[in-house]
């Protein structure tokens, strides 16, 4: 039982060029989400998906885009990268059926954009 | 606006309890939690608070208070492993957590 895995772990890339950050969970949760944590700041929900099929916007969504694959894979794409995406972001997944209640987080993925 | 207020630094010693303090202001409330996290690691959850009262889970103890927007989480019989930043994060709808800037605390030999 892994829990929630994220590929890749490290990732440097240029400005403009594109990306995708896997997700996957093995509890068969129903919520999965993508934060961003910048150095010494809480984390800022980027995107959630309440069940598979279903995707929403959450506090900065803009320059990312997301897809639930199936129940178990939730990734994020960057489409055009720029260094104010650098960041640390964490995906993480919830068995609450209404959404509230513990998160479980994955590794992260630790993003330089040059 | 929203936002939530915690200090960013506490210090203790190890064996003596800590209080850190959380108060808040968000469009909506349906429940406080709060995290753990470790330099360079993932955050774990460490309590959800929906209704006002204290929380106990083992060492740890988590208050709310919804009438004045504020909350607690008290560590107890500190050890040097509790040494990590601390978070608390508000559920402002389903789903949609609001977090903290964090505290980081400092554990004392």
């Known amino acids: 039982n892994a829990g929630v895995t994220q590929t890749p772990k490290f990732q440097v890339l240029k400005t403009g060029q594109s990306m995708t950050l896997q997700c996957a969970q093995d509890?068969?949760?129903?919520?999965m989400y993508w934060y961003r944590q910048d150095p010494g700041m809480g984390l800022r929900l980027i995107y959630y998906?309440?069940?598979?099929?279903?995707?929403d916007k959450g506090e900065v969504p803009n320059g990312y885009n997301v897809s639930r694959l199936n129940k178990r894979e939730f990734s994020l794409r960057l489409e055009s990268a720029a260094p104010s995406q650098t960041s640390v972001y964490f995906c993480?997944?919830?068995?609450?059926?209404?959404?509230?209640?513990?998160?479980?987080f994955g590794p992260g993925t630790r993003l330089t954009v040059t | 606006g929203q936002s939530l207020e915690q200090p960013s630094e506490v210090t203790a010693v190890e064996g003596a309890i800590v209080q850190i303090n959380c108060t808040y202001q968000?469009?909506?409330?349906?429940?406080l939690s709060w995290y753990q996290q470790h330099d360079g690691g993932a955050p774990t959850f460490l309590s959800y608070?929906?209704l006002d009262g204290l929380e106990e889970t083992g060492r740890f103890s988590s208050f709310l208070s919804r009438s004045d927007s504020y909350g607690y989480l008290l560590l107890q019989e500190l050890q040097m492993k509790d040494s990590a930043s601390y978070f608390c994060?508000?559920?402002?709808?389903?789903?949609?957590?609001?977090w903290g800037a964090g505290t980081k605390l400092i554990i004392k030999p």
């Open positions: 994060a508000v559920y402002q709808s389903n789903y949609q957590l609001i």
């Open positions: 993480a997944s919830s068995a609450a059926s209404v959404g509230v209640g513990e998160q479980y």
């Open positions: 608070n929906a």
């Open positions: 968000t469009s909506g409330f349906y429940g």
């Open positions: 998906s309440a069940s598979e099929g279903t995707t």
């Open positions: 509890m068969n949760h129903n919520s």
